[in-house]
């Protein structure tokens, strides 16, 4: 009798290459619009010709979104196929110890609540600032250093860089998500977390250092779009796109295009026209800067794989976008295999221990699963607390980026 078996590592290698022809895909579909643009202007009579080449753009721009979708969903099913294997190894070994460590809460130093439970991006504005009066008595003036380490805040003030804390507070959940991946991941390696990333794991008090370790990632990353990176240009169009929602005419008067597909914003969809536009306005650069309040799925996974790219520490990301949430059997086998999984999603509750809702309609917000309970609820770290959340509440726009970070010792 034949039995199916697959050979992930022959096969994440095949979707390796796959991207690559994905993104000549993409290229040669930006290079057809331009060849129809310079025929537009000198053979403007021949319609005909620039339609055909507008409708073959079109058909490339098609495919790319189906191979994407390929290599989507190939990459989700190595992930699993490994995670399932391992879990079946481990299950016919030692099922109640397998169990056990299904959960990160209460196994890991960084969510055992007692310094804290993960990263709190509010931590330097309400903590770390001080009182001003004349001056910022109690400040962290080793902290107000730190900053001024990095070019762009070299010449801040004390208030200047009470005003950044605040923006981290309002915008950072995304970066301090990634930061509770990263000590996970470190927790135990001191030395090589030092190596990699230049200063202590550990503050003076002898907690983690998250308030460096997430300003160091959002002083280096923030706002900023890698297109030589995985989901840069995807990051930069959407983001950019986000921002005319509620001024169509604007973006129409401005590009001469539709924002939406057939010009129906109930469909969800941009229009081809419209992303070509934005990546017709970047296509000379690899880095690009723009303002943004918050990360999506797309610039966050972007901006992880710069991030540690430049540091040489190796990591894989798998994003998932869909209706379908994660069940708690699929969280405890991305755990159980040494994954991170960090969620974003808006208009939701947390709950505390007891089943009390604590805050109510949420807005969007990216938090760090820990685990769940035996009700199928996510237990996740938010502001430095421990909270659950109820899967059947999320509604649409949850999305999940899974992390895979590689520690060198």
Not at 168 to 197: K, L, Q, S, T, W
Not at 254 to 259: A, I, S
Not at 286 to 313: A, M, Q
Request: net charge negative; proline share 1%; glycine share 8%.
């Amino acid at each position: 009798m034949s039995h199916l078996k697959v050979q992930p590592k022959k096969m994440k290698t095949l979707l390796d290459g796959v991207e690559q022809e994905l993104f000549m895909l993409q290229e040669s579909a930006v290079e057809l619009r331009h060849i129809r643009d310079i025929l537009q202007r000198q053979f403007w009579k021949d319609s005909h010709i620039t339609e055909g080449l507008f409708n073959l753009a079109q058909c490339l721009d098609n495919q790319y979104k189906v191979m994407k979708q390929v290599i989507d969903v190939g990459r989700q099913i190595v992930y699993m196929y490994e995670d399932n294997e391992k879990n079946l190894v481990e299950e016919n070994a030692n099922e109640v110890n397998n169990r056990k460590n299904s959960n990160l809460d209460g196994h890991s130093g960084v969510f055992d609540e007692k310094g804290g439970y993960g990263g709190n991006q509010g931590d330097p504005s309400y903590n770390k600032r001080g009182w001003k009066f004349i001056w910022r008595f109690g400040a962290d003036k080793e902290l107000f250093d730190f900053v001024r380490g990095y070019a762009a805040y070299s010449d801040y003030s004390d208030d200047q860089i009470v005003d950044l804390y605040d923006r981290i507070n309002r915008e950072g959940c995304g970066y301090v998500a990634f930061a509770n991946n990263i000590f996970v991941e470190y927790e135990g390696n001191d030395a090589a977390f030092e190596r990699d990333f230049g200063f202590p794991m550990y503050d003076k008090n002898g907690d983690f250092n998250y308030n460096r370790l997430m300003i160091d990632f959002y002083a280096s990353t923030d706002d900023k779009y890698y297109l030589n990176q995985v989901d840069g240009s995807t990051a930069l169009v959407n983001d950019r796109l986000l921002d005319y929602i509620g001024k169509e005419n604007k973006f129409r008067e401005k590009y001469g295009v539709e924002l939406w597909k057939d010009g129906d914003s109930k469909s969800g969809r941009w229009s081809m026209e419209a992303m070509q536009v934005i990546m017709d306005e970047h296509k000379n650069e690899k880095i690009v800067t723009n303002r943004e309040k918050g990360t999506s799925i797309f610039s966050l996974n972007n901006r992880i794989n710069e991030y540690l790219g430049n540091k040489d520490v190796k990591v894989q990301t798998n994003t998932i976008n869909s209706d379908k949430r994660l069940t708690s059997d699929e969280i405890s086998c991305y755990i159980d295999s040494g994954k991170n999984i960090n969620i974003a999603t808006k208009n939701f509750n947390l709950y505390d221990e007891e089943g009390n809702a604590v805050r109510r309609n949420v807005g969007a917000h990216w938090m760090t699963i820990t685990g769940t309970t035996e009700g199928g609820q996510y237990i996740v770290s938010s502001w430095g607390q421990k909270y659950y959340i109820h899967p059947d509440e999320l509604k649409a726009n949850t999305s999940y980026l899974i992390t895979d970070i590689t520690v060198i010792k």
